[in-house]
């Protein structure tokens, strides 16, 4: 069945096929097929792609791992036109906020659109940074097209704040969950916003809310609270008329072996999910999410990379002696959020300028 239209409804896609009834179109739900005709750009012509993520620079020879499309169990994900795209994003800002796995998206992002621009040199990075790990903010700018894609690194989105004295070895950092990032205060101005979080909550948080911090507090609960903050911060701040956000699910790592340290690059697709396709912290943002008095769409990645075993960097990173199984290679993987992502956006209400 194709889907030759597609209307977004309540985070899902909505086919206005011929058929009388409404089909109804979970995007998340469905398969890795074959696709020969990816990846859809090289990374060596794409100076955002980072080396680190650049699998075939780093000695990946085969490239298979980026020819694999996500093919919805009930329609399709029509192909975009990268010439249509920049012009109704003319004159945007699109801003990602997050961790490095949000930062992965925002250089695929990037590199997909760039296939479009002739003149490689009008696309750059506005303040000449180069992007590295602890980076707070880039900013690209499409010059001929008056667009600029964003990223601000803020993993947790809630504000850290010091750990206090006297506090127990284990603790690593303390989190103000009731206190969005302090340049949370930058992201409002704009036309696309994606989140994500989740990864760096891990053991050895403080988390504090007013004037009390609370060790004991499980991590889900301080997540769940964290979330609960920026809903309402999306709710008072952001002006849903012209923003259209969108939070992005948790993405399961690949680790493996009796104690997770052991990262075994698969050459295609896991068959099964083995479980990956389920997260509590991906269930937490659909609760919330649901919840808001403001729309947002969630992009539910959890189920589709879950079976993305062959999608990691593995050995074939800038540095080979850390296998990672949990970041992806460009192009792979995160080119399908952004396949997906400009899918759903409200093309229609973009007016051309
Ligand atoms: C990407 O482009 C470079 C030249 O810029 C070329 O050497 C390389 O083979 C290309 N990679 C792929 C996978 O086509
Ligand atoms: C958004 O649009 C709605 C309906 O057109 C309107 O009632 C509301 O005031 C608008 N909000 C803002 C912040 O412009």
């Not at 912290?281 to 589709?304: A, E, F, Q, Y």
């Amino acid at each position: 069945m194709s889907c030759a239209f597609l209307f977004l409804f309540d985070g899902y896609l909505v086919s206005n096929s011929s058929s009388s009834s409404v089909d109804k179109c979970d995007v998340f739900e469905g398969s890795w097929i074959r696709e020969e005709s990816y990846p859809l750009y090289n990374a060596s012509q794409c100076p955002f792609a980072e080396i680190g993520f650049h699998c075939f620079a780093n000695g990946r020879k085969d490239g298979g791992n980026a020819k694999w499309r996500w093919k919805p169990k009930n329609c399709d994900i029509p192909r975009f036109d990268v010439r249509t795209v920049l012009i109704k994003l003319r004159g945007k800002r699109v801003i990602f906020v997050g961790d490095s796995l949000s930062r992965t998206q925002w250089e695929s992002l990037i590199c997909l659109l760039m296939t479009g621009v002739e003149d490689k040199k009008s696309v750059y990075e506005v303040n000449g940074n180069k992007i590295t790990k602890q980076i707070r903010f880039l900013s690209v700018r499409f010059s001929s097209f008056d667009l600029k894609i964003d990223f601000y690194r803020s993993v947790f989105l809630v504000q850290p704040a010091t750990v206090p004295i006297r506090s127990p070895k284990m603790v690593k950092s303390t989190l103000r969950v009731d206190k969005l990032d302090d340049i949370s205060q930058e992201w409002f101005d704009s036309d696309i916003l994606i989140f994500n979080s989740g990864h760096w909550w891990t053991q050895g948080c403080y988390f504090q809310v007013g004037k009390s911090l609370k060790l004991g507090m499980p991590i889900t609960a301080g997540f769940r609270t964290a979330l609960k903050t920026w809903a309402s911060w999306v709710e008072t701040m952001v002006n849903t008329n012209r923003t259209s956000v969108f939070f992005r699910t948790f993405e399961s790592s690949h680790w493996s072996g009796r104690n997770r340290n052991s990262c075994k690059v698969t050459q295609h697709p896991w068959s099964s999910s083995w479980g990956k396709d389920q997260s509590t912290i991906s269930d937490i943002i659909i609760k919330i999410v649901r919840k808001m008095k403001v729309s947002v769409t969630i992009l539910h990645v959890t189920p589709m990379i879950s079976f993305r075993s062959n999608g990691h960097v593995g050995t074939r990173s800038n540095n080979p002696s850390v296998p990672d199984c949990s970041h992806w290679c460009l192009p792979g993987v995160p080119d399908m959020w952004n396949e997906i992502l400009l899918n759903l956006l409200p093309m229609d209400q973009v007016s051309l300028k």
